[in-house]
């Protein structure tokens, strides 16, 4: 049992592995002598460590990255594995902390798990902060006090409110020392193992190349921010279209995993300016850090809207039948339709697809297979390394034309016309469909109208559908729904 003349906190890690702007572990370093660094792999669903597979792979790098990071301050990550309460309650037992300190997460599982955990813990005097968000989903209502459903109105409310109090956006130095148990307190945590027996990284060895992709950990992802303010964001408005081009930040699993905050992204985008007076390109990347915080409000507030459309008329759309066959296909990026075949391989190589890329082989899901949302947003779970959790849902809503300031389901995107008009020269779909190498401009976004020597020489399959009679097919399935409530 430690002394107790030393006060021991402990902190417990979760969607903010990273020291620099983290509030509660920068308490904790305040309020308390000694500091139990912790992460729990909770088995609970919508837990961090949860979410997919090759999420997964980039939580052991990043624990990793943020083990390092730790003893540097002098401290140690402890981690267990377990449901969080009863983890807690043993490490508090071995340790003798008597305060505990974590970050908000805003899912509904989340939220009800934390709550019974406070009420169980009150004698540690429970304390929590905004380590994910830039405003608490409570904090940026409309003047009725009701949540926002569209975009624009809830981007003029929150980027009022940063311009107006610019401290908002001020990010918390990381702690100078986090002093820690001795070795000799660290033996008596009997919860504790090590990072390999989380057993995060999979048996086969997929993911060692799908990783060679990315740099993870907290100093890699203010290193990205820092190299796309520098060479990308002017041109933001624009290059986010291009596929082919590194045209966005690609900060998203950084931003999932909490290696960065969003306080930290925008404080050094605006460098002392205020949001609204940005050049364009700037400004629209900083809309983008604030379209997640408007998914984690909608997630907030509509908590169904996980499983459930926001918009009640699509829960009796009448969606295809028998499409196990053509939603495989889709997974495996061999549908025919060069662009969508190869966001979605680009998805399995990478763990990660183009923003631009994502919208297209949403529709073609959604609307050309008629195949429900919710199987392409599992599958996103799974196979992005920026699963989150609140994105993800929004997203697919969005594409699905059944969520809150979504695209109509009238917009169907047509694979053909994205890719000539955002990949002209057909870079992007021959670097993800090798197969497609030889084809020429006029015909690499539609192989299928190659004369019959030339197509017949191709390794490639043939459409699943045909666009037009599936996007007619789309229209007739909404109109049964259309005048519903």
Known sequence: MASLEKIIGLF?????????DNPALSHACKECDLVLPVFIDDPAEQTISQVGSASRVWLHQSLEALQSSLRDKGSELFIAQGASLDVLRSLIDDSGASRVFWNRCYDPQTIARDTQIKQTLSHCQPQTFNGLLLNEPWQNLKADGTPYRVYTPYWRAASAKMDASPDIIKPIKAPKEIPTLSAKQAANLSQCVSLDELDLLPDKQWHVPLMAHWKVGEKPALTRLRQFLKKGASDYGEGRNLPAVAGTSQLSPHLHFGEISPRQVLHILADGQSLNSLPDGELIFAKEIVWREFAYSLLYH???????????????????KNTENHLRAWQQGQTGVPIVDAGMRQLYATGWMHNRVRMIVGSYLVKNLLIPWQSGEEWFRDKLVDADIASNAMGWQWVAGCGADASPFFRVFNPVLQGEKFDKAGEYVTRWVPELAGVSAKFIH????LDGQARAQLDYPEPLVDLKETRVRALDAFSVIKGTK
Request: overall charge positive; hydrophobic content about 45%; cysteine-free.
């Open 302 to 320: 509509f908590p169904q809207m996980l499983n459930e459309p926001l918009d009640r008329r699509f829960a009796s759309f009448p969606w295809g």
């Open 12 to 20: 417990w890690f979760r969607q903010d592995l990273r020291l620099a």
């Open 446 to 449: 539609k192989p299928w109208e």
